[in-house]
């Protein structure tokens, strides 16, 4: 199955990611998780290099495509307004027509009583509900439409008085509701549209000369910023270049093997790749999702792959695929996203995506379930628990809690809680527990002592990248596993780090991260407040809880060099980024008051029997002499 439905997506993302970068960074996302060679048994080939460049590439058509872009956000909400303009006077203006048809009125009278009868109310509508520069386009637009609508409806209402069958005003009623008054909705629907785009239109042309600067768009609306713009703001890139230029500095001055240190130079290098794309490409809050959503679907299909493993073999799902590859490495992952999943599931107004979800929330924790890992089950309890706090609907989300954990509680088989029962302590320590400790406990706990160890003694730059194994191999008889050798890592990489590239790696690799985790906090409360927009900040609000997880899995296991967490400390400062241009570009949406289109009467206001009179002010005015 999977080799069809990669043969199948790859030249659709491939074509529709030459139309919008978007989606080559999001078809490159989702093949770091599920790797082509593995996953669907085709010849290998650099899928995830070529369409990480493909989405470099083409991000430097947003300059062109941003300002169609924000004429096109101006035309939507122009057409809002006028149909709700229209349809809030719409039975109003028929009503006034078949009254004044029935009471015999001349011809123009019956549509006079038409405009009159929705005039007002239609501009108000569009005084209290446009932003101010597209008050005057929007009214000439309502305005001639119900004009139109007026002129057909009289035409025929006309014709219909004069049918010499229709005898009675009942009669002359049922005629004109069936003939006349749906011209009024039939006019309205033909036209309305068209002349909002044609006033709009014009209006933008007429305002293409001044000049307002790269950030603004058509009638000064405020655009996402372009991809270079946007990578000079993002903090976590430039982080991230300071992380280049300590791993060279440490692969110089290695204490122990510089050939070693000098290939995570080049690693450092080629993680700009995902960097860059990502950076460039996610400019909006669409792209956004598009790229956390395919992050997501790339965890999904390798958490299946170790569900699926672990139903039809048992035991822990310990190759269920990706760039780790083990079991530890699957829950950490997981736990990174499952509480997006929780949060869209709540926040979403389509039940069909909120079930679809749900659905992958569940499989999230049937995922750490088949892992296996007990720093993977910290990791979501905390997640969860971060999440459940901070929701804005906290009744559900404890719903949601309570039925995940009832549901994780029952799939749960034995030997799962006696394995996790060794995080408290040894057996004779805790009755629940059958065998001894796990030696990979005991494991931990010499190599984070050695880690501290060398950090004392090499507090500043450490002893060179991938060096901690060689000093493991040295002074511990562990060997590793997976790969046969003597020596392992710290299983704690901010330790690791720490040993390897001393405090001043640390406070950038490590700041990196948790100045991620603040960006996300500040963007969700930024957008927090705008109705219809609950979806971001559930996104945002997901990572910042996947990020605790991410942190609890990285102080049990060295994950320092896996592509995805870098993502993570550029996405925060991105998901920042966006949602202050997205509240700027809303807040210049909003309804705002125009200049008064009209000055008031010079005389005071008309009064039924005539003007006022007595309000006139002839003080300054030259005397009348007699002839």
Same mark, same amino acid.
């Given at each position: 199955?999977?080799?069809?439905?990669?043969?199948?997506?790859?030249?659709?993302?491939?074509?529709?990611?030459?139309?919008?970068?978007?989606?080559?960074?999001?078809?490159?996302?989702?093949?770091?998780?599920?790797?082509?060679?593995?996953?669907?048994?085709?010849?290998?080939?650099?899928?995830?290099?070529?369409?990480?460049?493909?989405?470099?590439?083409?991000?430097?058509?947003?300059?062109?495509?941003?300002?169609?872009?924000?004429?096109?956000?101006?035309?939507?909400?122009?057409?809002?307004?006028?149909?709700?303009?229209?349809?809030?006077?719409?039975?109003?203006?028929?009503?006034?027509?078949?009254?004044?048809?029935?009471?015999?009125?001349? /011809? +123009?009278? %019956? =549509?006079? #009583?038409?405009? @009159?009868?929705?005039?007002?109310? &239609?501009?108000?509508?569009?005084? *209290?509900?446009?932003?101010?520069?597209?008050?005057?386009?929007?009214?000439?637009?309502?305005?001639?439409?119900?004009?139109?609508?007026?002129?057909?409806?009289?035409?025929?209402?006309?014709?219909?008085?004069?049918?010499?069958?229709?005898?009675? /005003? +009942?009669? %002359? =009623?049922? #005629?004109?509701? @069936?003939?006349?008054?749906?011209? &009024?909705?039939?006019?309205?629907? *033909?036209?309305?549209?068209?002349?909002?785009?044609?006033?709009?239109?014009?209006?933008?042309?007429?305002?293409?000369?001044?000049?307002?600067?790269?950030?603004?768009?058509?009638?000064?609306?405020?655009?996402?910023?372009?991809?270079?713009?946007?990578?000079?703001?993002?903090?976590?890139?430039?982080?991230?270049?300071?992380?280049?230029?300590?791993?060279?500095?440490?692969?110089?001055?290695?204490?122990?093997?510089?050939?070693?240190?000098?290939?995570?130079?080049?690693?450092?290098?080629?993680?700009?790749?995902?960097?860059?794309?990502?950076?460039?490409?996610?400019?909006?809050?669409?792209?956004?999702?598009?790229?956390?959503?395919?992050?997501?679907?790339?965890?999904?299909?390798?958490?299946?792959?170790?569900?699926?493993?672990?139903?039809?073999?048992?035991?822990?799902?310990?190759?269920?695929?990706?760039?780790?590859?083990?079991?530890?490495?699957?829950?950490?992952?997981?736990?990174?996203?499952?509480?997006?999943?929780?949060?869209?599931?709540?926040?979403?107004?389509?039940?069909?995506?909120?079930?679809?979800?749900?659905?992958?929330?569940?499989?999230?924790?049937?995922?750490?379930?088949?892992?296996?890992?007990?720093?993977?089950?910290?990791?979501?309890?905390?997640?969860?628990?971060?999440?459940?706090?901070?929701?804005?609907?906290?009744?559900?989300?404890?719903?949601?809690?309570?039925?995940?954990?009832?549901?994780?509680?029952?799939?749960?088989?034995?030997?799962?809680?006696?394995?996790?029962?060794?995080?408290?302590?040894?057996?004779?320590?805790?009755?629940?527990?059958?065998?001894?400790?796990?030696?990979?406990?005991?494991?931990?706990?010499?190599?984070?002592?050695?880690?501290?160890?060398?950090?004392?003694?090499?507090?500043?730059?450490?002893?060179?990248?991938?060096?901690?194994?060689?000093?493991?191999?040295?002074?511990?008889?562990?060997?590793?596993?997976?790969?046969?050798?003597?020596?392992?890592?710290?299983?704690?990489?901010?330790?690791?780090?720490?040993?390897?590239?001393?405090?001043?790696?640390?406070?950038?690799?490590?700041?990196?991260?948790?100045?991620?985790?603040?960006?996300?906090?500040?963007?969700?409360?930024?957008?927090?407040?705008?109705?219809?927009?609950?979806?971001?900040?559930?996104?945002?609000?997901?990572?910042?809880?996947?990020?605790?997880?991410?942190?609890?899995?990285?102080?049990?296991?060295?994950?320092?060099?896996?592509?995805?967490?870098?993502?993570?400390?550029?996405?925060?400062?991105?998901?920042?980024?966006?949602?202050?241009?997205?509240?700027?570009?809303?807040?210049?949406?909003?309804?705002?008051?125009?200049?008064?289109?009209?000055?008031?009467?010079?005389?005071?206001?008309?009064?039924?029997?005539?003007?006022?009179?007595?309000?006139?002010?002839?003080?300054?005015?030259?005397?009348?002499?007699?002839?």
């Amino acid at each position: 199955m999977w080799p069809v439905i990669f043969f199948i997506g790859f030249p659709i993302f491939l074509y529709r990611a030459i139309k919008d970068p978007i989606y080559a960074v999001a078809a490159a996302s989702y093949v770091y998780f599920a790797i082509p060679t593995v996953e669907f048994g085709v010849p290998g080939m650099p899928y995830q290099a070529m369409f990480f460049a493909l989405g470099f590439l083409g991000a430097f058509r947003y300059y062109l495509m941003f300002h169609g872009w924000g004429a096109e956000e101006i035309l939507a909400l122009g057409k809002r307004v006028a149909r709700s303009a229209m349809d809030s006077v719409k039975a109003e203006v028929k009503e006034a027509i078949a009254v004044a048809t029935l009471q015999d009125r001349l /011809k +123009g009278e %019956i =549509r006079r #009583a038409g405009i @009159e009868a929705g005039e007002a109310k &239609v501009l108000e509508v569009v005084r *209290a509900d446009a932003p101010a520069v597209i008050h005057v386009p929007v009214r000439r637009a309502v305005q001639s439409v119900l004009t139109q609508a007026a002129d057909q409806a009289e035409q025929e209402a006309i014709k219909v008085a004069g049918l010499p069958a229709l005898k009675t /005003k +009942g009669a %002359i =009623r049922g #005629a004109l509701e @069936e003939r006349a008054l749906k011209l &009024v909705d039939q006019t309205i629907e *033909a036209r309305l549209d068209k002349e909002v785009e044609q006033n709009i239109n014009e209006a933008i042309k007429s305002d293409e000369k001044t000049d307002r600067g790269n950030d603004k768009g058509p009638l000064g609306i405020p655009l996402p910023n372009g991809p270079l713009r946007g990578l000079m703001l993002n903090s976590g890139f430039w982080l991230h270049v300071i992380f280049i230029g300590l791993t060279y500095y440490g692969a110089q001055n290695a204490v122990y093997d510089k050939n070693a240190a000098a290939a995570k130079v080049m690693t450092t290098i080629l993680l700009l790749i995902p960097i860059l794309s990502i950076v460039l490409a996610v400019r909006t809050p669409r792209h956004f999702f598009v790229f956390i959503f395919a992050w997501m679907f790339g965890t999904w299909h390798i958490c299946m792959n170790g569900v699926h493993y672990w139903l039809q073999y048992g035991g822990r799902a310990d190759n269920a695929g990706g760039q780790g590859g083990e079991s530890n490495f699957l829950a950490a992952i997981i736990v990174t996203v499952a509480p997006v999943a929780f949060g869209l599931a709540v926040n979403l107004k389509n039940n069909v995506y909120r079930l679809a979800f749900l659905g992958a929330a569940a499989c999230y924790a049937l995922g750490v379930l088949a892992s296996g890992s007990r720093a993977g089950l910290l990791a979501l309890i905390g997640a969860m628990g971060y999440w459940t706090i901070n929701t804005n609907r906290k009744l559900i989300a404890l719903g949601l809690a309570m039925l995940a954990t009832s549901g994780f509680l029952v799939a749960a088989p034995e030997s799962f809680w006696e394995k996790m029962g060794t995080i408290l302590g040894e057996k004779d320590k805790n009755p629940y527990v059958r065998t001894a400790v796990e030696p990979s406990k005991g494991e931990r706990l010499v190599l984070w002592d050695l880690a501290k160890k060398i950090w004392r003694e090499h507090p500043i730059t450490g002893i060179g990248p991938a060096n901690y194994t060689v000093v493991s191999a040295e002074e511990t008889d562990f060997t590793d596993p997976y790969k046969g050798q003597k020596g392992l890592q710290a299983h704690n990489s901010w330790l690791q780090i720490a040993a390897e590239y001393g405090t001043l790696g640390l406070v950038v690799w490590a700041g990196s991260f948790l100045w991620s985790f603040t960006c996300y906090f500040r963007a969700r409360r930024r957008l927090r407040n705008y109705p219809g927009w609950e979806w971001f900040p559930a996104i945002c609000l997901g990572m910042e809880a996947g990020a605790i997880a991410s942190a609890v899995m990285l102080s049990f296991n060295s994950f320092m060099w896996y592509d995805y967490i870098y993502w993570h400390m550029i996405t925060g400062p991105l998901a920042l980024e966006i949602a202050k241009k997205t509240a700027e570009r809303l807040e210049w949406l909003k309804p705002k008051d125009a200049v008064e289109l009209r000055p008031p009467p010079r005389y005071g206001p008309p009064q039924k029997d005539g003007l006022d009179l007595g309000a006139i002010d002839v003080s300054s005015a030259a005397p009348i002499r007699p002839a």
